[in-house]
């Protein structure tokens, strides 16, 4: 694509928008181009990569770009981007080309470990008490990529030498993922949502790190399955194609507008044993009536979402030290309310998109000890289980650095058979 002064004016005006944070990023520039309809998929893709790119790179481009939009996006372009000054200098002002020349030679490498690291100076605190700086930044640098585009086979309509073979013959490049045997990695962002394996339900669009969840509950044919805060579905739906549309999984949340996304999905997936309910919260009657009756639940929590700032870069802007605090209250009580319904022998899987101790290990390890007839499992051994190798300790905790995935923490907990003696 030729950038012409109007992309400009058209990037700055959107990103005019986001950068208040007053809402999530994503659902902004939604807002913003059915506001601007004559945008073609050309102009939507050039705003929004550069959006999030600079959202990626913000501490640094506003120390030597300053915090307005215009001069922020252009220095995002110099630097970022790689645009040569051959090719900005037609589409700005003499004194914004001179500027520009010194951006080029900028660095972030003398500047505090905060701006290297792209991440917010409490969070570099919060991360500095388990990690050491060099760990600090490396985790840094590898969430100011973006991430890549991972796709789910549904196992029930295809399998995945079938799917890997069809994208490649529609000239859609694709590997297999590392971890999960029914992932498939796609290279760069094609328009998946149009395709006709999409369309078909044959695929979903799914972190790997979201698909290993799915194998750490490992659901049998016949379960009776929560899933806890199922959002718009997408553990839900690879759950119900490994029970092959058998048992009963039921997806819970508060959401209405969540749940109501998981319709069109469901209908795409041929599945027939999932059942979206909205609750009004973890103590819900519909909620208690399943009290002991649960093989399996899933308890992807409500939190930070900081293991996600690949895809979610605002993030860093709208969550807080006080924030987290309120998300630790909901996920032990959530964590606790699901741990009712297990039967004994039953299994729960405690799971979040975030890399911070204290919505994970520590919510877990109050959880075991206020709770005696639950033991902790092996992550490593429940994937070896089902023939995947990835061992990170008991807990499951994958990065972007380490594991080309989403920072995704998973905990699993066995409700015992009977009372100890």
Not at 196 to 208: A, I, N, R, S, Y
Not at 260 to 270: A, D, H, I, T, Y
Request: net charge positive; aromatic share 6%.
């Amino acid at each position: 694509m030729r950038l012409t002064p109007a992309h400009l004016d058209m990037a700055t005006a959107a990103l005019r928008a986001v950068l208040p944070l007053e809402h999530p990023a994503d659902s902004i520039l939604r807002h913003f181009f059915r506001e601007n309809p004559m945008l073609g998929a050309n102009d939507r893709a050039f705003i929004a990569e550069s959006i999030f790119g600079i959202l990626r790179h913000r501490f640094f481009l506003e120390c030597v770009a300053g915090t307005m939009p215009r001069p922020l996006l252009l220095a995002y372009l110099a630097k970022f981007q790689g645009m040569n000054l051959r090719e900005l200098v037609p589409l700005v002002s003499e004194a914004e080309a001179k500027w520009l020349s010194g951006i080029k030679a900028a660095t972030p490498n003398s500047e505090p470990l905060a701006i290297q690291a792209e991440l917010p100076e409490w969070l570099v605190e919060k991360l500095g008490s388990f990690m050491p700086d060099a760990d600090i930044l490396a985790l840094g640098r590898s969430l100011q990529q973006p991430a890549s585009l991972d796709l789910r086979v549904n196992t029930l309509l295809a399998n995945r030498d079938e799917v890997l073979a069809l994208l490649s013959k529609d000239g859609i490049e694709c590997n297999t993922t590392p971890y999960s045997p029914i992932g498939i990695r796609l290279t760069g962002k094609p328009a998946i949502n149009r395709h006709e394996l999409f369309l078909t339900g044959k695929v979903e669009v799914q972190d790997e790190g979201s698909q290993l969840l799915g194998y750490l509950l490992a659901p049998r044919r016949s379960d009776m399955v929560v899933d806890f805060c199922a959002g718009a579905g997408g553990k839900t739906l690879m759950l119900g194609a490994l029970m092959r549309s058998q048992g009963r999984i039921y997806a819970f949340d508060i959401s209405e507008k969540r749940l109501n996304n998981l319709k069109p999905r469901l209908k795409r997936s041929g599945l027939s044993n999932l059942y979206p309910q909205r609750i009004a919260n973890e103590n819900d009657i519909k909620v208690k009536r399943l009290t002991g009756k649960i093989d399996r639940a899933l308890v992807d929590a409500p939190c930070s979402g900081l293991g996600t700032l690949r895809r979610n870069p605002d993030l860093k802007w709208r969550q807080s030290p006080r924030s987290i605090e309120e998300l630790k209250r909901k996920q032990a009580a959530i964590l606790s309310s699901a741990a009712n319904l297990l039967k004994p022998g039953g299994r729960l899987i405690y799971a979040t998109c975030s890399f911070l101790p204290e919505e994970n290990q520590e919510i877990v390890e109050r959880f075991l000890a206020s709770h005696s007839r639950f033991n902790v499992l092996n992550c490593a051994e429940l994937l070896t289980q089902q023939k995947i190798s990835l061992d990170t300790g008991v807990y499951l905790q994958l990065s972007p650095g380490s594991h080309g995935t989403d920072g995704f923490f998973a905990a699993a907990v066995e409700l015992a058979k009977k009372e100890a003696a």
